[in-house]
Each structure stands twice: as C-alpha cells, then as structure tokens.
C-alpha cells in the first residue's frame, strides 16, 4: 500500500516522467451525477476549471433534478468547459439514484484514462487531480489501483468546521467488507481498476460508487494510496446524500442508528457478490471467503472463531471495531 500522511507537509511538485508521463498523457475524465444541486454546482464546475492538472474531461448527467441543474452544467458545457464535456442521457430526466447513475456514467469513459468521483456541491484544492495523477502514476499498469484523500469539512457556505477522519492503509483484503475509507468525491482510479469494474457489473446492490470500487481494487489485490493532505472542501449541509461525520462518536452514534442487521446485510451482500465474482480475487483471499460464508452459517462460537482467524475484520477506530465485532458474532 502506498500512503502519504503528512497532512501538513506543502504539495510536491511532480515530475512526470516514464510511466508517470504516460498515465499524465492519458488524462483523467471526471463523472459527475447531478440532482438538484443548483445552489452550489458553479462553484464546484469552476473548481475543476482552477485545477493545475488541466488534461481531463467532465462526463455527466442529470440525475431527474427540478431545479436548474441541468441547464447550469449545460451553459458551462458551452461556454467555460467548451470542447471538454459530454452529457449522458441527455433526452431523458430519469431519476436513478445515486449508484445507478455513477454505473451509467462509467459506461461512458473512454478505456486508458483515469478516472475521478466527483460531487455537485464540494470544491476541490487546486492540486487535486495532479496529486492523484502522480500518487496513481507510480503504480504498475497491470495493477488495479485507486487514490483517496482527506477532505476539509465546511459548512454550506464553505466555512471550515473540520478535517475528515485520519486515513489509514487497508489493514488488509478483507477489511474492505466491512467498511469503505475513500469518501467518493476524492477518489480517482487507475485503468486497471475501471476495467475490473466493468467486468464486475452489476454492482453490489446495497453499498454506493465508492465502496464498489474500494472493496473491488482491495480484494483484486491492488494499491489504495491515501493521502492525509486534503484535497477538497467538502460542504455540509441539509441535502447532503451522505455527508460526513468528523469525530469517532458522531460516527459511532450512526453506526448505532442503523443497527446490527443493516450492517450484516452490507457484510453478507458484498461476502456473495466478491464469492460471484471469484475471477478477480487473489487466491489467497478467494480461500478466505469460502470459510468466512460457510463460517457465518454456524452459532457464536463459530463466528468468534472467524474473528480470530482473521482479525482483518475490522474498522477503523477502537469504538467502531468494538461494535462491528459484536454485530458479527450476534449474527
């Protein structure tokens, strides 16, 4: 795993070279699913416009907004992004929800870029892209891999009120069933990684974007470089579809809120649909599922037992560790 955790240190300035210069060559396509986001989407637009990493280009689409949405990305298409947008759906209104409309914009980019998650209300920091650019530029091409960063968390008129929980590398394969750590509107991932994706349709049903392509790049035996420094503003506010929530009791509390069964029925959906999809696990973690299911058909002892084969079942922080394992041997 390749991380940077200074999150105090100032932006390297890269030096794109071999590899590095290829993937820079290839460019990045930002996805960006709108709805409703009218109040903040020119901010967001011209944030991609301010970046110093300027080889991309924005596929998107309206995801059934009844506000001016659509018209607001369209008059950017034509003007400030002329020659670099492309919208998806464009004869249609349909609503489809958030994971359903980021499937159908990935079914858009062109094969042999990057490709980056973005949100309709957020601001991304200069650097964003060429940081993610040079992180993913390192790793080898046949290898599937994804970059994720700190957000600094602002109110909704991008006052800071926050940083983003410290991020940490996979504690292994496994650990990617049990929670997602890249916040989607910083991911940005590498051609191997999409080509899994596409192999991989349809996405686990019960988890978003993100996690999909978080649990796919770890358990394909890939790279998630994180990066401490942030890399966006990241509003919050009444409408957000997810937010975030910046301290380990926050997110314990919401942990509690959705209770022990929605949790397991997340654990098992993704257990199922990585054992249905046996073709892009490492062997070593194929094995490991294969007795993790047939484990969780058993009582209590046999799920502590489970736990104790492979303390990779876990998540990040003390008190979230401590709830998730008493769910798992509750069942």
């Known amino acids: ?22 993937n820079a060559a290839s460019g990045v396509t930002i996805l960006l699913s709108v709805h409703n986001g009218e109040a903040y989407l020119n901010t967001q637009l011209d944030s991609f416009l301010a970046q110093n990493y300027s080889n991309w280009t924005l596929v998107w689409r309206d995801d059934g907004s009844s506000d001016a949405s659509r018209s607001i990305v369209r008059a950017f298409a034509a003007h400030r992004g002329a020659g670099r947008c492309q919208e998806v759906d ?14 159908r914009l990935l079914e858009h980019v062109q094969p042999g870029t990057m490709v980056a998650f973005a949100d309709q209300d957020d601001l991304w ?15 080898p091409a046949g290898t599937p891999a994804l970059y994720c960063a ?7 008129i991008l006052q800071p009120i926050g940083l ?3 991020l940490t590398a996979p504690s292994g394969r496994l650990s990617a069933l049990t929670q997602n750590i890249a916040t989607g ?20 049903p019960l988890i978003l974007h993100d996690w999909w392509v978080y649990l796919t790049v770890v358990t394909a035996g890939g790279v998630v470089c994180t990066d401490n420094r942030p890399a ?31 949790f397991m029925a997340i654990f098992r959906s993704n257990l199922d649909w990585l054992l249905a999809r046996s073709f892009i696990l490492t062997p070593e973690t194929g094995d490991s599922l294969v007795v993790i ?3 969780l058909k058993g009582n209590f002892l046999h799920r502590l037992f489970l736990l104790r084969r492979f303390p990779q079942l876990t998540r990040v922080g003390f008190a979230e560790s401590v709830l998730f394992r008493l769910w798992f041997v509750c069942g």
């Open 1 to 22: 795993m390749i991380s940077d955790d200074d999150a105090s240190s100032p932006a390297r300035v890269p030096r794109l070279v071999s590899s590095r210069a290829r």
């Open 90 to 103: 464009a004869e249609t209104s349909a609503c489809l929800g958030i994971a359903e409309s980021y499937r």
């Open 125 to 139: 920091l200069p650097d964003k892209l060429r940081r993610a650019v040079v992180a993913l530029g390192d790793i």
């Open 150 to 156: 700190r957000q600094i968390l602002t109110n909704n």
């Open 164 to 166: 983003s929980p410290f």
């Open 185 to 204: 509107c910083t991911v940005v991932f590498n051609g191997k990684a999409f080509d899994l994706l596409m192999a991989t349709q349809p996405p686990p």
């Open 232 to 262: 966006l503003l990241y509003r919050q506010h009444n409408a957000n579809a997810i937010g975030a929530a910046p301290s380990w009791l926050k997110r314990g509390r919401a942990a509690l809120r959705r209770g022990p069964k929605a």
């Open 293 to 295: 299911r047939q484990g």
